[in-house]
């Protein structure tokens, strides 16, 4: 039983953290129709540019202080991340409208690599540290109940919280602000939206500066767990699975998708990956995903597709 | 015709332009007289680049040194090209084809994919492949493998030391039965390639062999290291690369795995791999084929020669951690196996890949060579011959204190017992495999 | 002026539907084939047939085949890696298991085992549309990662997981060298260009595109989604399987299950894209530009003269890459193959402006 509610608990946080990843996803696919494989490629770009100014900045300014350090370099990514978020707009996004949904998506492929390239021409190859304070030690928890206790990653557990806040902040944002209920005009219909009076191209910029943000989260989080480095930008391909589990268009989907995929990412690769060999995580997620998208083809809480002849 | 069409004509013109030129550009001439040609197959971008990125400046700062120091092998100039590969074999493949016509002394990939790729290539081309440490474990048998050099050590010889090194941490081969030790491996060809020594050990001692495998690049192994936890095994051997070793160490603080007694291959065992996470990885082992520091002679001659005159490749704090100096050592091994091969085929002249091939299978390093060449200390004496294309089977451990790696025991020897039927069964199969077959004596003298 | 088909009558059906029915395009595809087959043989240099010539014959032959799916008939899959790697791994164990087996019938075994794993892994395509489908077929891609890596019989018991071909010759005559290789890859590729032609101008064919542009509409009017989609899956493979086979055995040599990653499927989905969804010549402009920009890159600073690190240059390489990428998108969404169109309907009123 013990092991059993580790793998749990441990599929539960991880997927917390693919939500994370997947919000971007989510955000970007309902506001402008666009499925951003960038996002882990922005979600690289985020960290690189936060562990290196983190870094830079004492050295440019002499401040050496860790908070403040860290506080400053938070800032000038979120810079970086609106200034790209502007640039994708203007150069790539503002001229591609109404092309089909393929053709979007392979130019964001393309900005993937862009920014592939351009993070580790600005920012270097190397692994990075990105220490925000997030704990290392692992939790024992219940150690009287369960020999050895129950495993509980104190870092997996900070990031889920702040994963948490972030969707609680999120959902305050489209709710109240004014900006919040353009984005949702936006994402219901782009040409009421824009008969209203809404600028489009604002918009977009804003979503993708909020997606951007978002990466940012994700990649401080993943970042400080398993340093900043290229293979960063695969996160993206965990949490695609969720992506679609949940609904391209459902942010509560993205939650749920997150912890059903975490979970039984973990408990497959426990359970049964031992009898198959082991390594069985990354299909596995998506044949789950595959299994559920056969009996919802919309994903968990998606919009349904209604065709019109 | 409207600004549209100009405008697409335009597009098509600049792509038609560029084919044109891409067609007529031929691979630049070869190496000028006088000069040794040596490629250097690096990867700086992608996954592995941090552990890649020291061992390709190593290789380059020791050309740079042979020709500032000593002007050359007798005289001959050494030149070099680099070409990215990225870990991948396609792109590892299309560097050595665009290379391989330029004269080329030796090939290291870098890479066990591509040099198992390369393996079937270089018999035609004739350009031995040095795979220092890594590569096809058979490979030690040169009669079957005339041009694959895996100097000082493949997987199997490094295996086995690590068994060696736990059984007398734990009293005796005997004392092995009923422990269990699991190996957290990268999945692909180079982590697979210690799992037949490490079964026919457990064979023989009575311990249970837990194969554990992580997805390259191997960034996810929460689930690995909630599985060793659970089975709770009594060593965890590391055969990771990049950014897989520090991950494995990060999950191994995660979840309380005490890492002195994890050891790592001599490729999970350098500083990019334990810097990140410190004070924590305290006690991890790992193997070790050169010493590491700034105080070797060649050390500071390259420092010296190159870095002070504004030469060096890398970063000067880099030279001398532990895959800087192993790139030097590959370097240098090349560099003596064309001098080598100048002995025999003239000396001052240019040598070509047979030749250097001759060269690599005729090594005698001994300490007093060694040491002037300035390596005292930092590697062990290695010979080759006809048969043993690895010419040293000895390690030994190194131990991370929290802030530098220190040797915590002697050299130790892989044992041959075991690993030379296991090399003659794998040599026998591949030459079936191919319809080749042994060299013959005759053969060696070329 | 010279691109009119004046006097050009056609007096049997079998002329009129002919593929060429345009004689400056017989006599044009005529002296094409006449180049790649007898003058690039005998006149490129080696480097040029090994690295170039050989992986465009191969690239655009799966860039067909993916074609076949994405751009007649509206399935984006991003599993093409998986199914090269199905076709090169059975190839290669029919090959090995076999004594005698001829190289065409191992490379076309391979294809029929893809067509298999790629009318299974099709079968999602039945309920799924669009995105979704297309990252539910990342499913297959990663699934074969997997496969091939662990399940020892693929590999014929290898214990490195790597496998390799060698000696390789059809009916005697050799294909060892460069140009043997090409002409090889050359010869395969002209006869599957033909069959795909032919498949799209047949009853199968406008049922794939029926099922593309409206496929309520087209189950309304009679058409079988379960058939066409499920027969496009399977020939798409096919094709792609053959290819597959054709990369390990005749351009790599030797290969590990890495050789058909995702980064292969995003590739070929690049090809199609940028040369043309629903074009079999767009297949071959895509794949010579993703082929040739590489190398293009590759060779860029040593024109310009400037010396940059082999890391700057393979990350700008990416840089440009994908900006090219985005450039081509907002350029000509359509892909090469709607600007070769183009050309050609200036050229029919040439001269004269309209």
Known sequence: MGPFLETL?????????????????????????????????MVLFAALAMARFAEWIPQWTGLHDKFVANALAFAAAIVVMVALAWVIQKLVLGRLVNQEGITLLMATLGITYFLEGLGQVAFGNDIYKLDVGLPKDPLFLFEKTFSGGILVNQ??????????????????????????RALRAVADDHQAAQSVGIPLDRIWVIVWSVAGIVALVAGIVWGSKLGVQFSLSLVALKALPVVILGGLTSVPGAIVGGLLIGVGEKLSEIYIGPHLGGGIEIWFAYVLALLFLLVRPQGLFGEKIIDRV | MTLETLKRIAVAGALVAAGAAALVTAPSALAQAKEQFFPLLVYRTGPYAPNGTPWANGKQDYLKLINARDGGINGVKAVWEECETGYATDRGVECYERLKGKGASFFDPQATGITFALTEKVPNDKIPLLTLGYGLSAAQDGTAFKWNFPLMGSYWTGSDIIIQAIAKKEGGFDKLKGKKIALVYHDSPFGKEPIPLLQERAKMHGFELQLLPVTAPGVEQKATWLQVRQSRPDYVLLWGWGVMNSTALKEAVATGYPRDKMYGVWWSGAEPDVKDVGEAAKGYNALALNTSGQQPKVIQDILKYVHDKGQGTGPREEVGSILYTRGVIIQMLGVEAVRRAQERFGKGKVMTGEQVRWGFENLALDQKKLDSLGFAGVLRPLSTSCADHMGSTWARIETWDGSKWTMTSDFMQADEQIIKPMVKTAAEKYLSDKKLTRRTPADCQT | ?????????????????????????????GVLLLLAFVAVPLAAPEYMLRAILTPFLILSLAALGLNLL?????????????????????????????????????????????TAVGALFGIPSLRIKGLYLAVATLAAQFFADWAFLRIPAFTNNSS?????????????????????????????????????????????????????????AAEVIGIRPVHAKLTAFAVSSFVVGVAGALWGFVHLGSWEPAAFS????????????????????????????????PVLLDQLPAWLGVPISTATSSNLQFMIFGALIVFFLIAEPHGLARLWSIGKEKLRLWPFPH
Request: charged share 10%; aromatic share 12%.
């Open chain 1, 9 to 41: 608990f441990g599929g539960l946080m991880v997927g917390m953290l693919y939500s994370l990843v997947a919000l971007g996803f989510v955000l970007i696919f309902k506001a402008s129709g666009v499925f951003n494989f960038a996002q882990g490629a």
């Open chain 1, 155 to 180: 870092e997996d557990l900070a990031a889920a919280l702040i994963a948490a806040v972030l969707v609680a902040a999120l959902a305050l944002f489209f709710q109240k602000t004014a900006t919040g």
């Open chain 3, 1 to 29: 002026m010279l691109y009119r088909e004046n006097g050009q009558f056609k007096t049997s059906y079998r002329s009129d539907q002919q593929i060429f029915p345009i004689l400056q395009d017989r006599l044009a595809i």
């Open chain 3, 70 to 114: 994405v751009g007649y008939c509206g399935q984006i899959s991003l599993g093409t890696g998986a199914f090269m790697a199905v076709g090169a791994y059975a190839a290669y164990n029919a090959m090995v298991r076999v004594d005698g087996m001829p190289l065409l019938v191992a490379l076309l075994l391979g294809g029929l085992c893809a």
């Open chain 3, 160 to 216: 490195s997981g790597s496998v390799s071909v060698a000696r390789l010759s059809f009916f005697g005559l050799p294909i060892e060298s460069p140009a043997q290789k090409y002409l090889f890859c050359l010869a395969i590729l002209a006869v599957f260009a033909l069959l795909a032609k032919n498949i799209v101008r047949s009853h199968l064919g406008r049922e794939w595109m029926a099922i593309r542009d409206m496929d309520v």
């Open chain 3, 262 to 293: 995702i980064d292969r499927s995003f590739q070929l989905l690049f090809m199609i894209i940028i040369g043309g969804l629903g074009s079999i010549m767009g297949s071959f402009f895509g794949a010579a530009f993703i082929v040739m920009l």
